[in-house]
């Protein structure tokens, strides 16, 4: 079996990187691309890519956007059901780039885990290049996300992460999310609450991680993802 990655894709026609797919296709990854519900030319770009990488590639199109959230829980379902293993998600502007993610793909296989997660911690011998507003803020995100899955998490946020297929896994992905942006938390609280503990997660500080332009997270959004912790933190009481 290979391992199965979902890269989540809205409006990315102009910065989905053909050669990052490559480079996992060529490590024999299955890439699962879900277009949710572009209004630019996405989904044809990725049925090219499809077109160029025969049964290596899959694509998953909406018609209206759902969210980055559901965009990735609908992509681990396909993932699976195809027989992937282990899966995870990336972010399609490959501010983690690819050889970086089958970095992560190789270090889960080394760990004996079932989640690993990327980390974007800054330190000596790392390139991660952020803008401060954004670290600061991420930081104040990271610091509740921790209280309320009570793991001691740095990043719940990073686009890259690995799974292994189980029961608490698929459980974990019957329901639709709540929350748009806040979907990695409410993710990780899930498979806890279905039996995963402490020990099962791991985090890999990230080699290298680059800002890429063109983020769909406004300013204003950051009153919904208050809104969404919040809930979050009152579902993870209970």
């Known amino acids: 079996m290979s391992t199965g990655v979902v890269i989540p894709c809205y409006n990315e026609g102009h910065r989905l990187d053909e050669s990052e797919v490559r480079m996992l296709v060529e490590a024999n990854v299955d890439v699962y691309l879900v277009d949710d519900g572009s209004t630019d030319d996405t989904l044809n770009l990725l049925h090219e890519l499809k077109e160029s990488f025969s049964d290596k590639v899959s694509v998953i199109s909406f018609v209206e956007n759902l969210g980055k959230g559901e965009a990735v829980r609908h992509g681990l379902i396909r993932a699976i059901e195809s027989g992937s293993s282990p899966v995870g ?117 990230l080699h290298r991680w680059i800002d890429v332009g063109g983020s769909k997270l406004k300013l204003s959004d950051t009153v919904r993802i208050v809104v969404d912790l919040l809930r979050l933190w009152r579902m993870q009481r209970h």
Request: aromatic share 14%.
């Open 89 to 205: 998600y990336l972010d399609a502007d490959f501010a983690t780039s690819a050889d970086e993610m089958i970095r992560l793909i190789r270090r889960f296989s080394e760990q004996d885990v079932n989640v690993l997660l990327g980390s974007r911690w800054l330190h000596l011998g790392a390139e991660i290049k952020r803008n401060v507003v954004r670290h600061y803020l991420g930081r104040v995100f990271a610091i509740f996300a921790s209280m309320i899955l009570r793991m001691p998490l740095y990043d719940t946020q990073c686009g890259a992460k690995v799974f292994a297929t189980s029961e608490v896994l698929s459980h974990s992905l019957i329901v639709p999310f709540i929350s748009r942006w806040a979907f990695d938390v409410e993710l990780l609280g899930r498979l806890k609450k279905y039996g995963y503990g402490n020990d099962d997660f791991y985090e890999e500080p």
